[in-house]
């Protein structure tokens, strides 16, 4: 098993432009989350999916988007880039709400 | 809300030295424990979950325990190594699907 991957693991990016951070997880698990990781904040929850066509919001989901068409796969869109999104963002996954969560390697964003 | 603590946020010692790192968080009501490593640059990696029913985890040389009734828990490693040098997380679940409350870390160095 690949575990979860995360695609791309460095981007930079001006204000005001968008993209698209993928994740995708070989584990057949249902329940998945973004997280961004800030110096002297801690991790974060952004969004989180407990199973296709099924999202919600996490503690700061303002700026981006997230939908979930596959049980692999969850994406997390930033719709118009600010500085305020420089960040490292980490996708997880688990099979149960209360399970251990597996981590990707995380996608390190600068936003100019 | 819940917060998370850890204390110190940061710790330097001499190889073979047994330590403690310490996490503390202010609702009790939680589901389980986790503890994580991360290593720069990296993503995290689970080392010990607790569920909310019991004391304490063991793995290897590390040892996890938990007071949810005075929110504590504690993470004792024993016989400190070099390659443990991190950045150790304690993370609390609420039991939702929303995942996980992280504190901010202890970066631990182990001198050789």
């Known amino acids: 098993n690949a575990g979860v991957t995360q695609t791309p693991k460095f981007q930079v990016l001006k204000t005001g432009q968008s993209m698209t951070l993928q994740c995708a997880q070989d584990?057949?698990?249902?329940?998945m989350s973004w997280y961004r990781q800030d110096p002297g904040m801690g991790l974060r929850l952004i969004h989180y999916?407990?199973?296709?066509?099924?999202?919600d919001q996490g503690e700061v989901p303002n700026g981006y988007n997230v939908s979930r068409s596959t049980t692999e796969d969850f994406p997390l869109r930033l719709l118009s880039a600010a500085p305020s999104q420089t960040s490292v963002y980490f996708c997880?996954?688990?099979?149960?709400?209360?399970?251990?969560?597996?981590f990707g390697p995380g996608t390190r964003l600068t936003v100019l | 809300k819940q917060e998370v603590t850890q204390i110190p946020a940061a710790l330097s010692v001499p190889e073979g030295e047994n330590l403690v790192l310490n996490c503390s968080f202010t609702?009790?009501?939680?589901?389980?424990l986790q503890w994580f490593r991360q290593d720069p640059g990296k993503g995290l990696t689970s080392l010990l979950l607790?569920?909310?029913?019991?004391r304490e985890q063991t793995s290897g040389r590390l040892n996890a325990s938990l007071d949810k009734s005075s929110g504590r828990s504690t993470l004792y490693i024993a016989a400190s190594q070099p390659g443990d040098s991190a950045t150790y997380l304690c993370?609390?679940?609420?039991?939702?699907?929303?995942?996980?409350?992280f504190g901010k870390g202890t970066h631990l160095i182990i001198q050789p």
């Open positions: 609702d009790s009501a939680i589901y389980n």
């Open positions: 997880a996954s688990r099979y149960r709400p209360t399970d251990t969560q597996y």
């Open positions: 607790i569920q909310s029913s019991q």
């Open positions: 999916s407990v199973g296709a066509g099924i999202t």
């Open positions: 584990m057949n698990h249902e329940y």
């Open positions: 993370a609390v679940e609420r039991g939702g699907a929303d995942g996980l409350t």
